[in-house]
């Protein structure tokens, strides 16, 4: 009963991985001509830092209608923030007003400010994103708008308050609201499909649990399920429901920490480390004491008032040091041809990967603004992979089954012979 239940399983996720996967290359196909000329300036930096950067604006096809590149210099303890200026002239030859989209990802604030008005609160622009109660869309999507009127060139300047906590190239984007929304309908439907994919995924897990009753499966689910629960804050979901501007960070932290800790106890149960190598079970015990100790520290930052930006950092550093080391171990065990331990060599190899890409993106080397799905089609590619080698490990004891089941027959049938001869 079991192996057809299983074969149906992996060909289901098969092919929602692979429709997820197509789904991260949908493009609009709607387009909206450009109608903004956008001349490049200088960006004059506080006389705090001596540094001065140029700003290059360059016109990018229908959707995108400009893009700026700076590198940002950060403070490790992030208590405070940088401040930019950057002046830019906008043209609408058009006969109607538009409303022009700002797009700064990971930074705290940003203005437009007219420099014909001299309050910032008649230059149309919103809230710090820190403040908002509904982000819009993606993370890395901090909206500001300004509205342009027919027939008229506009001299603004974009003030950016930066506590960015790590040091990235940072990309500025310029919208028009029509490409505006065509490009958060792709994230809007990318980030569905990423998690009905992983629901999917933990409810296959979780029916193996009820069906097989062992708790390798169970803290399996636990993490694929957590780290899916982690995306929801990272997505903007679970701002309104505090009016706390740190809602979705604290979320996050205590989610992906959690589901962290389920992938390290997964592993040291799957590949049995306490049984074969104490050594490496002694090492995966301090990572998860690591996480732990990080999960409960960063609660004491925010609790003293310290910020969530330092937290974040931990956090990241743990993360980023957590799997190479499990992947190191996993690699170890690999070797000695455990169906299981490889697929968690390729799988944490295939998150790994997108983890990279991701902090590529991040420090925009690629000038991507969808960098962070290569960590979920990473973690999509993982799950995939471990539930192949669970599925084989649960084949091979079903056959292991079977045969003892077939010892056990042919053991009762010589008994019956020897009876009747007596």
């Not at 979780?206 to 009753?213: N, P, Q, T």
């Not at 979920?376 to 599925?391: D, N, P, R, T």
Request: one cysteine or more; charged letters at 15%.
């Amino acid at each position: 009963m079991l192996r057809p239940t299983l074969c149906l399983l992996i060909l289901l996720e098969i092919g929602l991985l692979l429709g997820g996967l197509l789904s991260f290359g949908v493009k609009a196909q709607r387009q909206e001509k450009a109608y903004l000329l956008v001349s490049p300036q200088v960006v004059q930096l506080p006389a705090a830092i001596p540094e001065r950067a140029w700003v290059r604006l360059r016109p990018d096809g229908n959707r995108l209608l400009a893009s700026v590149s700076q590198d940002l210099p950060y403070d490790f303890f992030p208590v405070a923030s940088y401040r930019y200026i950057a002046s830019l002239e906008l043209e609408n030859q058009t006969e109607k007003s538009r409303k022009i989209y700002l797009d700064w990802g990971l930074v705290d604030q940003v203005f437009f400010r007219v420099l014909e008005k001299p309050d910032w609160q008649s230059s149309g622009f919103l809230e710090p994103y820190s403040r908002r109660a509904v982000p819009e869309g993606h993370w890395n999507q901090q909206l500001t708008y300004l509205y342009l009127p027919a027939k008229t060139r506009l001299a603004c300047t974009v003030v950016l308050a930066n506590s960015a906590p790590l040091p990235a190239k940072i990309p500025l984007r310029l919208f028009e609201e029509a490409a505006w929304e065509n490009l958060l309908e792709i994230q809007h439907f990318s980030q569905g499909i990423f998690l009905g994919i992983m629901v999917l995924f933990s409810l296959c897990i979780i029916i193996v649990y009820l069906s097989m009753g062992e708790k390798l499966y169970l803290t399996f689910f636990l993490y694929a399920f957590l780290f899916a629960l982690s995306r929801l804050p990272a997505y903007g979901y679970l701002g309104p429901l505090s009016p706390s501007p740190y809602t979705d960070e604290i979320w996050w932290l205590n989610l992906s920490q959690v589901s962290g800790l389920m992938l390290l106890l997964f592993t040291r149960q799957a590949l049995q480390t306490s049984r074969f190598t104490p050594f490496y079970d002694k090492l995966i015990l301090l990572l998860i004491m690591g996480r732990g100790l990080a999960l409960l520290g960063g609660w004491a930052i925010i609790l003293s008032g310290m910020g969530i930006d330092f937290v974040n950092v931990l956090v990241r550093w743990i993360d980023v040091l957590t799997l190479p080391l499990g992947l190191w171990i996993t690699i170890f065990f690999a070797w000695k041809g455990s169906l299981l331990a490889r697929s968690l060599v390729i799988g944490n190899f295939s998150v790994l990967s997108g983890l990279t890409f991701t902090l590529l993106g991040a420090y925009q080397i690629l000038l991507t603004p969808f960098f962070p799905y290569f960590l979920q089609a990473g973690v999509l590619g993982q799950i995939f992979i471990i539930c192949v080698g669970l599925g084989f490990r649960i084949q091979r004891r079903f056959e292991k089954e079977q045969k003892n089941q077939a010892k056990i027959l042919v053991l009762q049938k010589r008994l019956i012979t020897v009876w009747k001869i007596r």
